[in-house]
């Protein structure tokens, strides 16, 4: 039985993160996760690319409604704000991707 009291001992080839293995050491053990991490970074890059395009579509829509003095203020401030939520998850990705590592 697995203790989840002592995960070292039940992973004594894995590193551990909580309760669950990251990373097998064992020869042929680990080989589906790294193909999983390579796909999931390039799902995270392209939704990055995407996500960064629409940033910028917005940025000009928001640029040209701010240009015209007759435009709906209350559309803008949706906008901006869909702007903001864009750019928190493009930084969650990001970090993701390159996580931040104190020397």
Same mark, same amino acid.
């Given at each position: ?36 991490? +390579?796909?999931?970074? *390039?799902? #995270?890059?392209? %939704?990055? !690319?995407? =996500? +960064?395009?629409?940033? *910028?579509? #917005?940025?000009? %829509?928001? !640029?040209? =409604? ?12 949706? =906008? ?24």
């Amino acid at each position: 039985m697995i203790s989840l009291i002592e995960p070292a001992r039940a992973f004594a080839c894995c590193q551990i993160t909580g309760n669950r293995p990251k990373r097998c050491n064992r020869p042929g053990g680990g080989g589906r996760a790294k193909r999983m991490e +390579r796909r999931d970074e *390039r799902e #995270l890059r392209e %939704e990055l !690319v995407n =996500l +960064r395009s629409e940033h *910028r579509k #917005l940025d000009c %829509e928001i !640029v040209a =409604l701010e240009g015209n003095p007759s435009a709906d203020q209350l559309l803008v401030k949706r =906008l901006k704000k869909k702007k903001l939520v864009l750019k928190d998850r493009i930084t969650q990705i990001e970090d993701k991707l390159l996580p931040d590592i104190i020397a």
